[in-house]
């Protein structure tokens, strides 16, 4: 059993920066994948990045491509989300999921935080 626990989430203009934050307990935590997802309102869930247990292999979608870093901090249990040039249509929850493989499908996560709010105003 993993629980994962999101925070750093807030209101920014567009062009700042964010850093999310997701502590999860267990002494297993390195052996999972863990992902960041978002969800607009109005919208369904959508994969953000990922990254392998080892913290060698990181995957991004393509609209944060180059913006986002996703890291993992194996001493502290946390895997972080590094926003930067946030968009206005950032803006969403987000949240952080662990599971056995870096992947962009939600269903490959087991284990979902209660998610953290993002608004990026123009």
């Known amino acids: 059993q993993v629980q994962l626990v999101e925070s750093g989430g807030g209101l920014m203009q567009a062009g700042g920066s964010l850093r999310l934050s997701c502590a999860a307990s267990?002494?297993?935590?390195?052996?999972?994948?863990m992902g960041w997802f978002r969800q607009a309102p109005g919208k369904e869930r959508e994969f953000v990045a990922s990254?392998?247990?080892?913290?060698?292999?990181?995957y991004y979608s393509d609209s944060v491509k180059g913006r986002f870093t996703i890291s993992r901090d194996k001493a502290k249990n946390t895997v972080y989300l590094h926003m930067n040039s946030l968009k206005p249509e950032d803006t969403a929850v987000y949240y952080c999921?662990?599971?056995?493989?870096?992947?962009?499908?939600?269903?490959?996560?087991?284990?979902w935080g209660q998610g953290t709010p993002v608004t990026v105003s123009s």
């Open positions: 999921a662990a599971g056995n493989g870096a992947t962009r499908y939600r269903t490959e996560y087991a284990y």
């Open positions: 267990g002494r297993t935590f390195s052996r999972y994948a």
């Open positions: 990254i392998s247990g080892s913290g060698i292999s990181t």
